[in-house]
Protein backbone atom coordinates (compact mmCIF):
# COMPACT_ATOMS: atom_id res chain seq x y z
CA UNK A 1 0.00 0.00 0.00
CA UNK A 2 3.01 1.95 0.54
CA UNK A 3 3.80 1.86 -2.82
CA UNK A 4 0.80 2.68 -4.42
CA UNK A 5 0.67 5.92 -2.52
CA UNK A 6 3.95 6.76 -3.77
CA UNK A 7 3.01 6.90 -7.40
CA UNK A 8 0.66 9.81 -7.70
CA UNK A 9 -2.95 8.91 -9.12
CA UNK A 10 -2.47 10.32 -12.27
CA UNK A 11 0.07 8.49 -13.09
CA UNK A 12 -1.61 5.09 -11.96
CA UNK A 13 -4.85 6.42 -14.61
CA UNK A 14 -2.73 6.78 -17.09
CA UNK A 15 -0.89 3.00 -16.84
CA UNK A 16 -4.94 1.66 -16.16
CA UNK A 17 -5.80 3.12 -19.70
CA UNK A 18 -2.63 2.21 -21.56
CA UNK A 19 -2.65 -1.77 -20.71
CA UNK A 20 -6.86 -1.02 -21.40
CA UNK A 21 -6.40 0.52 -24.63
CA UNK A 22 -3.60 -2.10 -25.45
CA UNK A 23 -5.39 -5.50 -24.84
CA UNK A 24 -8.95 -3.83 -25.61
CA UNK A 25 -7.59 -3.14 -29.15
CA UNK A 26 -5.76 -6.88 -29.20
CA UNK A 27 -9.21 -8.21 -28.32
CA UNK A 28 -10.93 -5.82 -30.86
CA UNK A 29 -8.44 -6.59 -33.65
CA UNK A 30 -8.78 -10.57 -33.32
CA UNK A 31 -12.26 -10.62 -32.75
CA UNK A 32 -13.34 -7.94 -35.53
CA UNK A 33 -10.74 -9.42 -37.99
CA UNK A 34 -12.55 -12.33 -38.23
CA UNK A 35 -15.67 -10.64 -39.18
CA UNK A 36 -14.18 -8.00 -41.10
CA UNK A 37 -11.07 -9.15 -42.99
CA UNK A 38 -8.34 -7.46 -40.95
CA UNK A 39 -4.43 -7.95 -42.52
CA UNK A 40 -3.60 -10.76 -40.72
CA UNK A 41 -6.61 -12.90 -41.31
CA UNK A 42 -6.16 -12.17 -44.86
CA UNK A 43 -2.97 -13.07 -45.08
CA UNK A 44 -3.55 -15.98 -43.62
CA UNK A 45 -5.71 -16.97 -46.87
CA UNK A 46 -2.31 -16.86 -48.70
CA UNK A 47 -0.92 -18.85 -46.28
CA UNK A 48 -3.01 -21.56 -47.06
CA UNK A 49 -2.78 -21.03 -50.40
CA UNK A 50 1.51 -20.88 -50.08
CA UNK A 51 0.94 -24.29 -47.96
CA UNK A 52 -1.31 -25.92 -50.89
CA UNK A 53 1.17 -25.10 -53.29
CA UNK A 54 3.78 -26.78 -51.12
CA UNK A 55 1.83 -30.11 -50.56
CA UNK A 56 2.38 -30.12 -55.08
CA UNK A 57 6.08 -29.12 -54.99
CA UNK A 58 9.02 -31.64 -54.63
CA UNK A 59 11.68 -31.19 -53.88
CA UNK A 60 10.18 -28.17 -51.14
CA UNK A 61 13.74 -26.05 -51.15
CA UNK A 62 11.87 -22.89 -52.38
CA UNK A 63 9.78 -23.81 -49.23
CA UNK A 64 12.29 -23.96 -46.67
CA UNK A 65 14.14 -20.78 -47.67
CA UNK A 66 10.59 -18.92 -47.22
CA UNK A 67 10.57 -19.97 -44.06
CA UNK A 68 14.05 -19.15 -43.03
CA UNK A 69 13.89 -15.90 -44.80
CA UNK A 70 10.49 -15.27 -42.29
CA UNK A 71 12.38 -16.56 -39.33
CA UNK A 72 15.05 -13.73 -39.69
CA UNK A 73 12.66 -10.84 -39.19
CA UNK A 74 11.56 -11.86 -35.88
CA UNK A 75 15.39 -13.16 -34.44
CA UNK A 76 16.56 -9.95 -35.49
CA UNK A 77 13.42 -7.97 -33.74
CA UNK A 78 14.09 -10.80 -30.71
CA UNK A 79 17.99 -10.07 -30.74
CA UNK A 80 16.79 -5.92 -30.67
CA UNK A 81 14.55 -6.16 -27.69
CA UNK A 82 17.55 -7.51 -25.29
CA UNK A 83 19.60 -5.11 -26.27
CA UNK A 84 17.01 -2.37 -25.43
CA UNK A 85 16.42 -4.26 -22.13
CA UNK A 86 19.98 -4.17 -21.43
CA UNK A 87 19.79 -0.48 -21.80
CA UNK A 88 17.03 0.36 -20.25
CA UNK A 89 18.59 -1.43 -17.02
CA UNK A 90 21.92 0.60 -17.55
CA UNK A 91 19.53 3.77 -17.51
CA UNK A 92 18.46 2.74 -14.00
CA UNK A 93 21.80 3.55 -12.59
CA UNK A 94 21.62 6.69 -13.99
CA UNK A 95 18.55 7.96 -13.01
CA UNK A 96 19.38 10.94 -11.07
CA UNK A 97 21.29 12.35 -14.29
CA UNK A 98 18.13 11.43 -16.64
CA UNK A 99 15.28 12.91 -14.05
CA UNK A 100 17.88 16.12 -14.69
CA UNK A 101 17.41 15.91 -18.21
CA UNK A 102 13.18 15.62 -18.49
CA UNK A 103 13.01 18.38 -16.24
CA UNK A 104 14.59 20.52 -18.74
CA UNK A 105 12.40 19.15 -21.35
CA UNK A 106 9.38 21.83 -22.36
CA UNK A 107 6.19 20.50 -21.31
CA UNK A 108 7.18 17.73 -19.25
CA UNK A 109 5.89 17.27 -15.82
CA UNK A 110 8.41 17.06 -12.63
CA UNK A 111 8.34 13.76 -11.08
CA UNK A 112 10.29 12.07 -8.52
CA UNK A 113 13.39 9.79 -8.87
CA UNK A 114 10.92 6.50 -7.80
CA UNK A 115 7.98 7.45 -10.00
CA UNK A 116 11.03 7.87 -12.80
CA UNK A 117 12.54 4.47 -11.95
CA UNK A 118 9.04 3.07 -11.95
CA UNK A 119 8.36 3.89 -15.85
CA UNK A 120 11.49 2.18 -17.05
CA UNK A 121 10.31 -1.26 -15.30
CA UNK A 122 7.29 -0.60 -17.65
CA UNK A 123 9.03 0.04 -20.48
CA UNK A 124 11.29 -3.09 -19.72
CA UNK A 125 8.34 -5.03 -18.80
CA UNK A 126 6.87 -4.10 -22.40
CA UNK A 127 9.87 -5.66 -23.80
CA UNK A 128 10.56 -8.53 -22.34
CA UNK A 129 6.84 -9.24 -23.62
CA UNK A 130 8.24 -8.49 -26.86
CA UNK A 131 10.46 -10.43 -27.20
CA UNK A 132 8.95 -14.02 -25.67
CA UNK A 133 6.73 -13.09 -28.33
CA UNK A 134 9.50 -12.65 -31.13
CA UNK A 135 11.36 -16.03 -29.48
CA UNK A 136 8.25 -17.53 -29.63
CA UNK A 137 7.66 -16.85 -33.17
CA UNK A 138 10.60 -17.63 -33.97
CA UNK A 139 10.60 -21.60 -32.69
CA UNK A 140 7.19 -22.08 -34.70
CA UNK A 141 8.89 -21.25 -37.75
CA UNK A 142 11.18 -24.08 -36.81
CA UNK A 143 7.88 -26.16 -36.30
CA UNK A 144 6.88 -25.09 -39.87
CA UNK A 145 10.16 -26.56 -41.43
CA UNK A 146 9.48 -29.48 -39.23
CA UNK A 147 5.64 -30.03 -40.92
CA UNK A 148 7.13 -29.16 -44.24
CA UNK A 149 9.63 -31.63 -44.10
CA UNK A 150 7.73 -34.45 -42.88
CA UNK A 151 5.18 -33.72 -45.50
CA UNK A 152 4.82 -36.99 -47.78
CA UNK A 153 5.66 -36.84 -51.88
CA UNK A 154 3.91 -35.09 -54.07
CA UNK A 155 3.34 -37.94 -56.24
CA UNK A 156 1.69 -39.50 -53.13
CA UNK A 157 -1.03 -36.65 -52.48
CA UNK A 158 -1.64 -36.69 -56.15
CA UNK A 159 -2.53 -40.13 -56.37
CA UNK A 160 -5.08 -40.04 -53.28
CA UNK A 161 -2.78 -42.03 -50.27
CA UNK A 162 -2.83 -38.68 -48.57
CA UNK A 163 -5.09 -35.87 -47.84
CA UNK A 164 -3.39 -32.91 -49.53
CA UNK A 165 -5.42 -30.05 -47.68
CA UNK A 166 -6.13 -31.48 -44.32
CA UNK A 167 -1.75 -31.39 -44.37
CA UNK A 168 -1.84 -27.75 -45.77
CA UNK A 169 -4.59 -27.07 -43.34
CA UNK A 170 -2.59 -27.68 -40.51
CA UNK A 171 1.26 -26.37 -42.01
CA UNK A 172 -0.95 -23.27 -42.47
CA UNK A 173 -2.25 -23.20 -39.07
CA UNK A 174 1.15 -23.39 -37.95
CA UNK A 175 2.79 -20.19 -39.88
CA UNK A 176 -0.26 -18.59 -39.04
CA UNK A 177 0.39 -18.95 -35.12
CA UNK A 178 3.71 -17.76 -35.99
CA UNK A 179 2.32 -14.73 -37.59
CA UNK A 180 -0.22 -13.79 -34.72
CA UNK A 181 3.16 -13.99 -32.51
CA UNK A 182 4.93 -11.89 -34.72
CA UNK A 183 2.18 -9.19 -34.87
CA UNK A 184 1.84 -9.15 -31.21
CA UNK A 185 5.29 -8.83 -30.48
CA UNK A 186 5.43 -5.86 -32.91
CA UNK A 187 2.37 -4.57 -31.38
CA UNK A 188 4.42 -4.40 -28.31
CA UNK A 189 7.04 -2.03 -29.72
CA UNK A 190 4.52 0.16 -31.39
CA UNK A 191 2.40 0.34 -27.96
CA UNK A 192 6.38 1.10 -25.59
CA UNK A 193 6.37 4.30 -28.04
CA UNK A 194 3.50 5.48 -26.66
CA UNK A 195 5.00 4.34 -22.85
CA UNK A 196 7.69 6.96 -23.91
CA UNK A 197 5.28 10.04 -23.42
CA UNK A 198 5.04 8.87 -20.09
CA UNK A 199 7.84 10.46 -19.25
CA UNK A 200 6.40 13.63 -20.29
CA UNK A 201 3.19 13.53 -18.44
CA UNK A 202 0.23 10.94 -17.73
CA UNK A 203 -1.91 12.82 -20.20
CA UNK A 204 0.86 12.41 -23.34
CA UNK A 205 0.95 9.03 -22.72
CA UNK A 206 -2.78 8.48 -23.06
CA UNK A 207 -2.47 10.65 -25.88
CA UNK A 208 0.02 8.51 -27.23
CA UNK A 209 -1.85 5.37 -26.64
CA UNK A 210 -4.68 6.70 -28.51
CA UNK A 211 -2.48 7.81 -31.62
CA UNK A 212 -0.94 4.43 -31.71
CA UNK A 213 -4.50 2.59 -31.79
CA UNK A 214 -5.27 4.63 -34.73
CA UNK A 215 -2.47 3.97 -36.37
CA UNK A 216 -2.85 0.27 -35.94
CA UNK A 217 -6.38 0.10 -36.82
CA UNK A 218 -5.56 1.84 -39.89
CA UNK A 219 -2.68 -0.77 -40.81
CA UNK A 220 -4.52 -3.31 -39.80
CA UNK A 221 -8.21 -2.19 -41.52
CA UNK A 222 -7.80 0.19 -43.81
CA UNK A 223 -4.40 0.30 -45.53
CA UNK A 224 -3.77 -0.09 -49.46
CA UNK A 225 -1.97 -3.11 -48.75
CA UNK A 226 -5.52 -5.16 -47.19
CA UNK A 227 -7.52 -3.57 -49.97
CA UNK A 228 -4.97 -5.27 -52.53
CA UNK A 229 -4.82 -8.61 -50.92
CA UNK A 230 -8.48 -8.76 -50.80
CA UNK A 231 -9.18 -7.87 -54.41
CA UNK A 232 -7.95 -11.11 -55.36
CA UNK A 233 -8.65 -14.07 -58.04
CA UNK A 234 -9.95 -17.29 -56.70
CA UNK A 235 -6.80 -19.71 -56.14
CA UNK A 236 -6.12 -22.95 -58.47
CA UNK A 237 -7.92 -26.12 -57.34
Known amino acids: ???????????????????????????????????????????????????????????????????????????????????????????????????????????????????????????????????FRFSWCMRQYTFLALVIGAMPPAEDFASGKHDRRAYATRAAGVVAAAAEAFNDGLRGYYFSFAALAWFVSPMAMVLGTLTVVAILYAREFRSDVLTILKDEEPPPN
Not at 21 to 40: N, T, V
Open 1 to 131: MKFLSIIPWTDWLALACFFALWMGYAWFAREWGRKMGSLLHTTNRYRGYWMMQTTARDPRMLDGLITQALSNTPAFFSSTSILIIGGLFALLGTTDKATELMSEIPFAQATTLVVFEFKILVLIAIFVYAF
